[in-house]
């Protein structure tokens, strides 16, 4: 039933002044403009359409500005606010415009299309800024549960700042076709969105979807369909108080332009933030999860652009690849970020490129172990509990910032190992195992603490440098190449076999005035072997030569072969030595 119908030309508008303000409200009955409604001015006035019943707009709103754009309401205000009615079902017509430019400089103004059950939205709605000068608008699409977007938005600037288009339902799927529309007040099950819209709209004005979460709608995100504009750098937010499911490829328009992406499930900020908030707890029965290629295979490709990953307080894990489906991420040069409870890669194809990256898995583990990866800026890991952490740079060289780990065993593989931040173990870690192939393994910050013992791998004529500053350290197996060898602790000993490459670099072990206890049988240091402590003690199983050697305590050394030195040998306490078996 129509309470309010305007069939014709309603017009506030202003040629040298502001323009002026319609409202058209009913109670009880809808609110239909099939007309024109005309508030232009030098500023664009205020034009509002609202109903607690239906409300539809097939005609066109005017309020554009030449100094800037003003505001029209249609079915309720901003994030159902502002004190105005609110509709029960929205609906903007194929052939309906919603203007709010500013058609000489300013900025865009503001429009909202407001449905609390459904919202139809197949128009178009600009907020344009100036030519001359100014930023892009606002604009939001929204409706608790049944939001049907298949229409157009445009909140660029040619000369400022991108606009934002906000759609605000509680589940949604970012989908390839339209949703259904049976009449234009009937609300659609399920919230969607074209992509085709979304990606148009992407060429200048930064969009944000966000949900909420009401009894059985959980706030998730699901993206069944490419995501990727044709032009510019972009910014899309997904923001769900639920989780977050790409199962379709994510990208920046082309090679010279990024997308900077936020992944945030679990959230329980404000529409309009800019940073992440948490939801107190994530809901019960509700996976606070983000997850690409869940169920289709996803690829998320930024250019240069940043991905931002979270999930929050008692949020779940960041995951890649689920079963036979596949996910990756490439951000070029662009940061990574991920605040996740746990962070994994499914084996196979499931990979990360990235330049900096922060990895931080809360009470979870972290397994990144397929060789595919490529960090070319450096990794900060951080998880607590017993939870491992496998991170795998395959053929790339890796730099590790600071990182604080849990007591879970540390597998780090690359090809050649560095750090640029100290890494610290919780008390009694499962161990440490640095893999460096065909390069070098540089560990040498003061403030590393590894608490369990630590295992050292690598081949060809690559150093090996491990600090391990005020703490004890216990080496565990360790296959070298050729390259020197020096190792720094307030105490060294070893759990496992150290072996090098033949005719390797000299190996230095720094124990300060703490006690060196070098004595596995099974040793192999094949260049000359410094040693500095208190008591000091070497077994080697091939032939030794003592490096330059102060004990401050006992000196004992056993030697399966030949034994000789190339430094002197300072020992205030007794000294051993034994080749062969025999003792001298």
Do not use: M
Not at 117 to 127: C, E, K, P
Not at 188 to 216: C, E, P, Q, R, Y
Not at 433 to 460: C, E, H, Q, R
Request: aromatic residues 4%.
């Amino acid at each position: 039933t129509g309470l309010v119908n305007n069939t014709g030309v309603i017009d506030a508008s202003g040629i040298s002044t502001d323009g002026g303000v319609v409202r058209l409200v009913g109670n009880g009955g809808n609110v239909e403009s099939s007309g024109s409604i005309n508030v232009s001015g030098v500023h664009g006035g205020s034009a509002q359409l609202l109903s607690n019943a239906n409300v539809g707009v097939t005609g066109r709103i005017d309020a554009s500005g030449e100094q800037g754009g003003g505001t029209i309401r249609v079915g309720g205000g901003y994030q159902g606010g502002e004190g105005l009615t609110t509709a029960n079902v929205t609906y903007l017509g194929p052939d309906a415009v919603l203007d709010a430019d500013a058609t000489g400089s300013g900025n865009g103004g503001s429009v909202v299309l407001w449905g609390n059950q459904g919202n139809n939205f197949l128009g178009s709605i600009t907020a344009r800024g100036g030519a001359l000068g100014g930023n892009g608008g606002l604009v939001e699409t929204s409706s608790h549960y049944g939001l049907n977007a298949q229409g157009s938005v445009d909140a660029s600037s040619p000369s400022g700042r991108a606009g934002t288009w906000l759609i605000d339902p509680y589940n949604i799927t970012i989908q390839t076709g339209a949703g259904t529309l049976s009449s234009p007040f009937t609300a659609s099950a399920d919230s969607t969105i074209k992509a085709s819209d979304l990606n148009t709209a992407l060429n200048g004005t930064n969009v944000t979807v966000f949900t909420g979460t009401s009894g059985t709608s959980n706030g998730d995100i699901i993206v069944n369909a490419a995501i990727k504009p044709s032009s510019g750098d972009n910014v899309l937010y997904l923001k769900a108080a639920g989780g977050i499911y790409v199962n379709a490829d994510i990208s920046a328009a082309d090679a010279s332009h990024k997308l900077d992406l936020y992944l945030w499930s679990n959230y329980g900020g404000s529409a309009a933030a800019t940073s992440y908030a948490s939801n107190a707890a994530c809901a019960a029965l509700v996976s606070c999860v983000v997850t690409v290629g869940n169920t289709a295979n996803a690829a998320i490709a930024t250019n240069g652009g940043l991905v931002d990953v979270e999930t929050g307080v008692g949020g779940g894990a960041f995951t890649l690849g689920v079963g036979s489906k596949t996910g990756s991420i490439n951000t070029g040069a662009g940061a990574l970020t991920v605040h996740a409870t746990g962070i994994s890669e499914a084996t196979g194809s499931n990979t990360i490129a990235a330049g900096a990256a922060t990895l931080d898995a809360g009470a979870g583990a972290i397994a990144l172990g397929n060789a595919g990866n490529n960090f070319s800026g450096a990794v900060g890991l951080s998880n607590s509990g017993a939870n491992d952490v496998v991170l795998n740079n395959g053929t790339h060289a890796l730099n590790l910032a600071a990182s604080t780990l849990g007591s879970g065993a540390l597998t780090v593989s690359a090809t050649g190992v560095s750090q640029s931040g100290a890494i610290t173990q919780a008390a009694s870690a499962a161990g440490a195992t640095f893999n460096a192939g065909a390069g070098a393994i540089s560990l040498g910050n003061p403030g590393n603490d590894f608490t369990g013992s630590v295992g050292l791998n690598n081949s060809g004529a690559n150093a090996v440098t491990l600090n391990n500053g005020a703490h004890a350290l216990d080496l565990a197996a360790s296959a070298l190449g050729s390259g020197a060898l020096t190792v720094s602790a307030a105490g060294i000993t070893q759990s496992g076999t150290i072996t090098q490459a033949a005719s390797a670099g000299a190996a230095t072990f720094n124990a300060g005035t703490n006690a060196i206890a070098l004595t596995d049988a099974g040793n192999a240091f094949t260049g000359a072997v410094s040693l500095a402590g208190s008591n000091v003690g070497l077994v080697n199983g091939t032939a030794t030569v003592l490096g330059t050697t102060t004990a401050t305590g006992t000196l004992d050394v056993s030697s399966n072969g030949a034994l000789s030195q190339s430094g002197a040998l300072t020992v205030t306490g007794a000294a051993t030595f034994t080749q062969n078996s025999t003792t001298a």
